[in-house]
């Protein structure tokens, strides 16, 4: 059974940190990127980052670029998200994401909530 589960979320204030792991087990994590997701209250889950499992290339949404910096480890099977200079607006639900055989699997979510 895939599993995703997300750990880290919590409260900060305007610029500070928060670093989020997504555990993943059920499946052969070597072989599959895995993404970071968010969804804000009243707005559509919007993609943040993804690292590949070929060569570990990532991507970034232009908001949280230079902000933000997505890593894995293929020996734990996780993908970690640290994010610094957290602003209001990066309040949301962060969702790790794997496309395993053309389907989505989802954690649970961590909430990340940011004060001005």
């Known amino acids: 059974e895939v599993q995703l589960v997300e750990s880290g979320g919590g409260l900060v204030q305007a610029g500070g940190s928060l670093r989020l792991s997504c555990a993943a087990s059920?499946?052969?994590?070597?072989?599959?990127?895995i993404g970071w997701f968010r969804q804000a209250p009243g707005k559509e889950r919007e993609g943040v980052s993804c690292?590949?499992?070929?060569?570990?290339?990532?991507y970034y949404a232009d908001s949280v670029k230079g902000r933000f910096t997505i890593s894995r480890d293929n020996a734990k099977n996780t993908v970690d998200l640290q994010m610094n200079s957290l602003k209001p607006e990066d309040t949301a639900v962060y969702y790790c994401?794997?496309?395993?055989?053309?389907?989505?699997?989802w954690g649970q979510g961590t909430q990340v909530t940011v004060s001005s």
């Open positions: 059920g499946f052969r994590f070597d072989d599959y990127a």
């Open positions: 994401n794997a496309n395993i055989q053309a389907y989505n699997y």
């Open positions: 690292i590949s499992n070929v060569d570990g290339s990532t």
